[in-house]
């Protein structure tokens, strides 16, 4: 398990199964967020409400001047990521992206079934 205090090059640098960006090496290598501490993305236990939403406003503006901040998203929609702030979204919009997607693909395959058997 990954604890809040580890510096984020050890929190944050994804499973070897995450596909390599280009030839030059892995999306994780080029994250802005690398020179940060993983404190910013991830939360103490107990914290504050007020403060966990200044320290994810914070991440999440890391994550908006990020070049690779659509692959890191997708990477902790993929996984799933439980914790944190991925690619500018925290856990619970996380939870929000995959569920949308969940019932968009369950519409799409009942259209689907739907057009077939018209």
Do not use: N
């Amino acid at each position: 398990m990954l604890l809040p205090h580890q510096p984020l090059q050890e929190a944050a640098v994804p499973s070897p199964r995450i596909a390599p960006r280009d030839q030059a090496g892995p999306w994780h290598s080029e994250a802005v967020c690398r020179r940060d501490e993983a404190g910013l993305f991830f939360a103490p236990s107990k914290e504050p409400t007020a403060a966990r939403l200044s320290r994810e406003e914070a991440a999440k503006r890391v994550c908006a001047r990020c070049p690779v901040m659509v692959e890191c998203r997708e990477h902790a929609l993929l996984q799933p990521e439980p914790y944190g702030v991925w690619g500018g979204l925290t856990a619970a919009e996380r939870r929000v992206v995959l569920a949308r997607r969940r019932r968009r693909d369950a519409e799409l395959q009942r259209a689907t079934r739907i057009a077939a058997a018209g």
